[in-house]
């Protein structure tokens, strides 16, 4: 009879060495024998008294709360040597453990991976005999590394077998996708971004054992479809100001994705790192590098057509829009409109206030009742969502929605703006040629064709809107134009991911619509004075 399941979350990893202030004094004032002495444990067993960085205590205290644990590092941050040790803790704690270490290609993993857990193995691991028909097998060699790809560790409980260690990679997995299927694991460590097919099959591999996941790389590739899926929507918990950059930063972020935490490792967090060597190289590279090589923080590529937009500063709580906290707060509201044939229209609610602040304060189709508009997991940087699928909407339903009450009545619309070309086109109807405008005329709904200019043009008012001093705090002598409510999730998303590649892009229609408010709009309308303070075109 097999023995019990060990479950991974029934532990907490508790392992080396507190490196902090106290630490410090303490060693300043230590005796010579006593530092050698300590020195000389290191070297034995550097898993329990090598020494632990502070930053590490937070990755190890979400060890229960989080299924995933994503540590985003800059250059010798030390995310790997966190892994290592957090993997060889685990087989020396979990009876039994089963743990998966995967890795880019063979030569990575023999010459990163499987060398940072050997060099961080136990000396008494290490110095075991070699014997035949033991219960463990511990072979390792610089050249090929781990025998057989396998570490398998002494017994540590009567009736478990030895933790086993098996190293894999992601070439061979796309090479046959069955590698990674029909086991479990406990613990699986991914080191450098994995596909993101992969990392989706993988947590399947966590639920026997309430398995944990940990991925650990610097982000020089940006914004991929594993970096947009885990941050896309990510909620920031913890930041500070980077020196380097100028500005206040992500520490740590929970993803939308259930269970899922990522860490941003500074590589001057790294005490053991010669920081002022560092910051002088790094101080003539661009931004985006500086981002990824000092701070783990990934960048959208320039193919992103919003790169100001930032979850962190453009986003607000819902009962933070200011009409909506004080319904006596003045100001003027319009609709955006993107309609479509076979899939639903995309509408923007958007109210200019006497600053000249666009909020957009609602959207549809809404995550919330509807699901994701797009994924961005696709192939070409996203692909249509559950959002997109036909909702069988007539014009007497967009009517319905567009002045349903919940935040306005119809006479709170000034304007109602649309796509001029989709507006214009006609059908052929019972009474002759129909067209969209003339069809929601019948419902009472008047609809203002949106001037005709190039998309860029739209794009390049939004981006306006969204400009403000990254370096500098947010404030009122500081702040963006545009707004948006954080129930607007797939609005958000779509300026987090859009990249204007063309009209089969899944994330454009919440943009065209935005465009279609800009460019229409009159800004906020003084109802005493009908003066126009803000909004409208070039």
């Known amino acids: 009879m097999a023995a019990p399941i060990i479950y991974a979350d029934s532990i907490i990893p508790d392992f080396g060495v507190p490196f902090n202030d106290q630490m410090v004094e303490a060693l300043k004032t230590a005796p010579v024998e006593a530092?050698?002495?300590?020195?000389?444990?290191?070297?034995?067993?550097?898993?329990?008294?090598?020494?632990?960085?502070?930053?590490?205590?937070?990755?190890?205290?979400?060890?229960?709360?989080?299924?995933?644990?994503?540590?985003?590092?800059?250059?010798?941050?030390?995310?790997?040597?966190l892994m290592a040790r957090l993997?060889?803790?685990?087989?020396?704690?979990?009876?039994?453990?089963r743990i998966r270490c995967w890795s880019t290609n063979e030569e990575s993993s023999v010459n990163d991976q499987q060398r940072v857990i050997w060099e961080n193995l136990p000396q008494g691991f290490k110095n075991l005999p070699k014997k035949r028909a033991v219960d463990s097998s511990i072979s390792y060699t610089q050249k090929n590394g781990f025998t057989g790809g396998k570490l398998i560790l002494p017994s540590i409980k009567p009736g478990y077998p030895g933790s086993e260690i098996i190293f894999q990679t992601y070439r061979s997995w796309s090479n046959d996708p069955q590698v990674a299927e029909g086991w479990w694991a406990h613990w699986?460590?991914?080191?450098?971004?994995?596909?993101?097919?992969?990392?989706?099959?993988?947590?399947?591999?966590?639920?026997?054992?309430?398995?944990?996941?940990?991925?650990?790389?610097?982000?020089?590739?940006?914004?991929?479809?594993?970096?947009?899926?885990?941050?896309?929507?990510?909620?920031?918990?913890?930041k500070r100001h980077s020196k380097l950059i100028g500005r206040e930063l992500p520490v740590l972020q929970e993803s939308i994705r259930p269970r899922t935490i990522i860490h941003y490792f500074w590589t001057e967090d790294n005490v053991f790192v010669d920081h002022e060597n560092f910051i002088g190289d790094m101080s003539n590279r661009s931004e985006a590098e500086?981002?990824?090589?000092?701070?783990?923080?990934?960048?959208?590529?320039?193919?992103?057509?919003?790169?100001?937009?930032?979850?962190?500063?453009?986003?607000v709580k819902h009962e933070a829009v200011p009409?909506?906290?004080?319904?006596?707060?003045?100001?003027?509201?319009?609709?955006?409109?993107?309609?479509?044939?076979?899939?639903?229209?995309?509408?923007?609610?958007?109210?200019?206030?006497p600053a000249g602040t666009?909020?957009?304060?609602?959207?549809?189709?809404?995550?919330?009742?509807?699901?994701?508009?797009?994924?961005?997991?696709?192939?070409?940087?996203?692909?249509?969502?559950?959002?997109?699928?036909?909702?069988?909407?007539?014009?007497?339903?967009?009517?319905?929605?567009?002045?349903?009450?919940?935040?306005?009545?119809?006479?709170?619309?000034v304007m109602s703006a649309v796509d001029p070309r989709y507006a214009a086109s006609?059908?052929?109807?019972?009474?002759?040629?129909?067209?969209?405008?003339?069809?929601?005329l019948d419902h009472g709904i008047y609809l203002v064709p949106s001037p005709g200019k190039h998309v860029a043009d739209g794009e390049g008012i939004l981006n306006d809107m969204l400009m403000y001093d990254r370096k500098r705090p947010v404030g009122s002598d500081n702040r963006p134009r545009l707004m948006i409510s954080?129930?607007?999730?797939?609005?958000i998303r779509c300026f987090e991911n859009y990249t204007g590649s063309g009209q089969d892009e899944p994330w454009k229609d919440g943009i065209d619509a935005c465009r279609y408010l800009v460019q229409t709009a009159n800004g906020y309308l003084d109802p005493l004075a009908k003066v126009v303070t803000g909004g409208g075109s070039y």
């Not at 502070?54 to 250059?75: E, I, M, P, S």
């Not at 500086?290 to 453009?314: E, N, Q, W, Y």
């Open 426 to 440: 006609e059908s052929q109807g019972d009474d002759g040629a129909e067209t969209m405008l003339s069809k929601m």
């Open 35 to 81: 530092l050698h002495d300590f020195h000389a444990k290191q070297q034995f067993d550097p898993v329990m008294m090598g020494w632990r960085p502070a930053n590490w205590d937070t990755v190890l205290d979400g060890w229960k709360q989080y299924v995933t644990h994503c540590v985003l590092g800059g250059n010798r941050s030390a995310k790997s040597t």
């Open 486 to 491: 954080d129930r607007c999730e797939n609005l």
């Open 290 to 315: 500086k981002l990824a090589r000092a701070h783990g923080i990934p960048t959208k590529s320039r193919t992103s057509v919003f790169s100001m937009f930032d979850r962190d500063v453009h986003v």
């Open 358 to 413: 666009l909020w957009i304060y609602r959207d549809f189709p809404d995550m919330a009742t509807y699901g994701e508009w797009a994924d961005s997991t696709g192939d070409d940087g996203g692909k249509a969502g559950p959002a997109q699928g036909k909702n069988n909407f007539g014009y007497k339903d967009y009517k319905e929605l567009l002045f349903d009450g919940k935040e306005q009545s119809a006479s709170d619309i």
């Open 188 to 238: 699986i460590w991914l080191d450098e971004a994995p596909p993101a097919k992969l990392y989706a099959t993988l947590l399947y591999r966590t639920y026997d054992a309430n398995g944990r996941i940990g991925m650990s790389f610097t982000t020089l590739d940006g914004w991929t479809p594993l970096i947009a899926d885990l941050l896309n929507g990510a909620k920031t918990l913890k």
């Open 87 to 97: 993997t060889l803790h685990l087989a020396m704690t979990i009876p039994g453990a």
């Open 323 to 353: 009409f909506i906290k004080n319904p006596q707060y003045s100001v003027t509201k319009y609709h955006g409109i993107d309609p479509a044939g076979r899939k639903p229209w995309y509408v923007v609610w958007g109210a200019y206030d």
